[in-house]
């Protein structure tokens, strides 16, 4: 009867230990993970230049309207900015040409507002900010510090759109979420393997989980 209690007792306590090596598996493996997801943002932020337009508010006609200045704002970007395939044209230079044109680009919102028949304000501005995860098409932006171009409409308290100037990932097809091929291949060119297997692939938290990663760049 002892050496049967001893063999059960001797199970729970294997059982418990079991339960807490793999509990501090998981633990350990998850924020090597975030770690790695950590790390990949902090290279694409200094990588890419997103595009942010915030509504006045989340009502029907507000956000209609921050439509209409995004495709207004869009429009005048693609007729005047430097296209990314262009030689020597960088995300710094994009940087600097936002930067330089700022005004003129208040003005196409401002437009693009009167024409919509709204009396709000825009203003345009280059900033640095949190924003969390974001998918945008088949590319997913971990969240964290990025700089980014953005129009506010009013009070800016509506929902956003947002897109990406550098690389230009903005929607090539808006309707099936089509992103231009250009800006992935330059995406590739800046980001390694693993960084950008993870804003494109969805499953990839779970890959790096289960299965690890390849080497790291310079290794």
């Known amino acids: 009867m002892k050496r049967k209690k001893r063999t059960v007792l001797c199970m729970c306590i294997a059982f418990v230990s079991a339960l807490l090596l793999t509990g501090w598996l998981l633990a350990e493996r998850g924020l090597l993970v975030g770690a790695k997801e950590s790390r990949t943002q902090e290279h694409l932020a200094q990588e890419v230049l997103r595009f942010h337009v915030l509504a006045n508010s989340d009502s029907e006609e507000d956000q209609k309207v921050k439509m209409q200045v995004k495709e207004a704002v869009l429009a005048y970007l693609e007729d005047c900015m430097p296209r990314n395939n262009e030689k020597d044209i960088t995300v710094e230079a994009t940087k600097?040409?936002?930067?330089?044109?700022?005004?003129?680009?208040?003005?196409?919102?401002?437009?693009?507002?009167?024409?919509?028949?709204?009396?709000?304000?825009?203003?345009?501005?280059?900033?640095?900010?949190?924003?969390?995860?974001?998918?945008?098409?088949?590319?997913?932006?971990?969240?964290?510090e990025y700089e980014a171009l953005r129009i506010k409409i009013g009070q800016a308290k509506?929902?956003?759109?947002?897109?990406?100037?550098?690389?230009?990932?903005?929607f090539v097809d808006a309707v099936h979420a089509v992103v231009?091929?250009?800006?992935?291949?330059?995406?590739?060119?800046?980001?390694?393997?693993?960084?950008?297997?993870?804003?494109?692939?969805?499953?990839?938290?779970?890959?790096?989980?289960?299965?690890?990663?390849?080497?790291?760049k310079g290794q």
């Open 158 to 170: 509506g929902q956003n759109w947002w897109c990406c100037l550098y690389p230009n990932l903005c």
């Open 96 to 144: 600097k040409w936002v930067e330089y044109h700022l005004e003129d680009l208040e003005a196409v919102a401002e437009n693009a507002l009167r024409q919509a028949g709204s009396t709000d304000k825009a203003q345009a501005e280059l900033v640095w900010d949190y924003f969390p995860a974001k998918t945008y098409g088949d590319v997913t932006f971990p969240a964290g």
């Open 180 to 216: 231009p091929e250009e800006g992935k291949d330059t995406l590739r060119q800046v980001l390694d393997k693993e960084e950008y297997e993870m804003v494109t692939a969805p499953d990839y938290k779970i890959k790096w989980f289960f299965f690890g990663g390849g080497s790291e």
